[in-house]
């Protein structure tokens, strides 16, 4: 930062003469440069700076504070959003209507006091305006904080100072009408996307869940981008067998705290990355844990045991700290754009469609999924409209359900089997559409062979049903899985095309041309299969050959219907 000399010197002679009357003091000299040198030096002076700063007003010191810890500067427009702008007005206007007697907001307490000043610095994106202290009056400050320590201790890299109780109100009755209590369904959830990733099916789940698995070290890789892509996931992105082992056998209120103890910690898990309806482009980088850190805070002012209005803290945070994720109150260099019509959400004035929303998903989505807080809406159905921080984890629930096994190898897991005995078996098993709190499957000769390619044996899914289901294996199931084990597929049932022929000889034509190599198995003089794919090229042949064919597979079922029902 320039040196308090240097910033003065950009200054009018009247605006001088005006800083030297608040600190106390007259200006020997008529010009300019002597009159900024010799205010400089009075302004430099221990004693002197002392008196001035412990009469500045809370606000004011607030402000100062902000400066000394943001490295000397802010940018202005977020500096001016937080302490007030400085009215623009030439040096006639100002000596006439004297502002600095009534000062409008804690930037203009500190402008006229030569505290503050303004100038354009050389930044990421070029040349962007600041709010700054000089650099030499700047250490008498910080040395007078650390002596004295008048001055609020903990401020945020944006200047914010710690809060006595969170912003926004207490809900209304008609806020917390329809309650809903809070879940750890999401330890059911990341059970099946575990299961799915282990075996290589693709299902759709909310972005959140395989970023927590991440943050929680159960996977390996990229859970989140192949979960969100909707591709199949990479090699590189399987479960962690030794975590997953914990996470599975563990009681559910510890398999909770394993996620929430990950994702409370990781510099990874970005909520902002996460905002359905965005889409986000660009080398620019956020700060998701320190963000996370700073609302955790803010949360935890609240009263507890209270209904708090959603609505009045998303409000109360946007009054009182607005820049609560962007350092330096930078609204545009993320390049943040709005998928359903592709609108750039640059400027503050999109606070509410990207800070704003990122408040309302991490409480309702995340802090929600993770069982921290309660949630409840004014209308039943209708958009959260309070929450409800809980103050303890909740409570043990038992994973005793039994797994329903018949004999046309259909199998139904309810939600509370135990999550480790579910993971088993969705390895075992195709996946039938589920049901509120029942998981469905089925075994398959394919889905065997998958488990046996993973080196799962049908023995295993014997003892598991054996001791997890409600009735034991039935006889006919039992028979069918060790006949499989021991003979394989014993039976397939397959769609193919067949050529019919007239006569024998056409057949024996059709097998001395080109197209020999697209038959394959014969079922009798007149019948062959056509290998997959081929029917055209035979089609093509026999047309070659001067024989008329027709292909029936072209007709449509009403076609084949007798005449009198066309």
Not at 76 to 81: G, K, N, Q, S, T
Request: with cysteine; hydrophobic share 40%.
């Amino acid at each position: 930062m320039p040196s308090l000399l240097q910033s003065l010197q950009h200054q009018d002679l009247g605006f001088l003469r005006i800083v030297a009357s608040l600190w106390g003091l007259e200006l020997e000299s008529q010009e300019t440069g002597p009159a900024a040198r010799e205010l400089s030096d009075s302004l430099l002076d221990a004693d002197l700076l002392i008196e001035i700063l412990t009469s500045l007003n809370p606000q004011a010191r607030s402000a100062l504070a902000t400066l000394t810890a943001s490295n000397g500067r802010v940018l202005w427009a977020a500096f001016a959003r937080q302490f007030g702008p400085i009215r623009e007005m030439g040096a006639a206007k100002r000596d006439r209507e004297k502002p600095f007697l009534e000062p409008a907001s804690a930037s203009e307490v500190l402008y006229y006091r030569g505290l503050l000043h303004r100038a354009f610095f050389d930044a990421d994106k070029g040349p962007q305006e600041f709010a700054y202290i000089p650099d030499d009056l700047r250490e008498q400050v910080e040395a007078w904080e650390q002596g004295a320590g008048k001055l609020q201790e903990s401020l945020t890299a944006i200047g914010s100072a710690d809060l006595p109780e969170a912003p926004g109100r207490g809900a209304t009755p008609g806020e917390k009408k329809y309650i809903r209590h809070a879940t750890d369904r999401i330890l059911d959830d990341a059970t099946t996307l575990l299961a799915a990733l282990r075996i290589g099916q693709v299902i759709d789940v909310e972005p959140r869940l395989p970023a927590l698995l991440q943050a929680a070290g159960l996977v390996t890789g990229s859970a989140h981008a192949a979960a969100k892509a909707g591709s199949k996931p990479s090699a590189a992105t399987q479960p962690r067998a030794d975590r997953v082992k914990a996470f599975l056998e563990a009681p559910r209120p510890a398999a909770l705290k394993m996620l929430m103890d990950g994702w409370r910690t990781s510099e990874a898990f970005n909520e902002l990355r996460l905002l359905p309806g965005l889409i986000f482009e660009g080398e620019w980088k956020n700060q998701p844990l320190v963000t996370r850190d700073f609302l955790l805070d803010l949360l935890a002012g609240i009263p507890r045991g209270t209904w708090w209005s959603l609505n009045a803290f998303v409000s109360g945070v946007k009054k009182s700290y607005p820049d609560f994720q962007r350092p330096g109150g930078d609204y545009d260099s993320w390049f943040i754009k709005r998928a359903s019509d592709g609108t750039y959400l640059r400027g503050f004035a999109y606070w509410d469609q990207v800070d704003g929303a990122l408040l309302r998903f991490f409480i309702t989505d995340i802090l929600y999924a993770l069982g921290m807080v309660e949630l409840a809406s004014a209308e039943e159905g209708g958009p959260m409209t309070a929450f409800h921080m809980l103050e303890a984890p909740m409570q043990k629930i038992e994973e005793n359900g039994k797994i329903a096994v018949a004999s046309n190898s259909k199998l139904m897991a309810p939600r509370l089997a135990p999550r480790a005995v579910r993971y088993q078996l969705a390895r075992f098993c195709e996946w039938d559409e589920e049901k509120p709190d029942v998981y469905r499957y089925h075994v398959t000769p394919r889905s065997l062979t998958r488990a046996r390619e993973q080196g799962l044996k049908v023995e295993h899914l014997l003892i598991l049903l054996a001791r997890h289901s409600d009735a034991g294996v039935p006889p006919v199931l039992l028979k069918a899985l060790k006949r499989w084990d021991q003979n394989g597929t014993e039976a397939r049932a397959e769609t193919q095309v067949i050529l019919k022929v007239s006569r024998p000889e056409v057949l024996e034509e059709l097998r001395k041309s080109k197209a020999a190599r697209f038959l394959g198995e014969p079922l009798g003089p007149t019948s062959v299969i056509i290998k997959a794919g081929a029917q055209a090229k035979v089609m093509a042949a026999l047309a070659e050959l001067g024989l008329m064919a027709e292909d029936a597979t072209d007709d449509k079922p009403e076609d084949r219907s007798p005449p009198g029902q066309r």
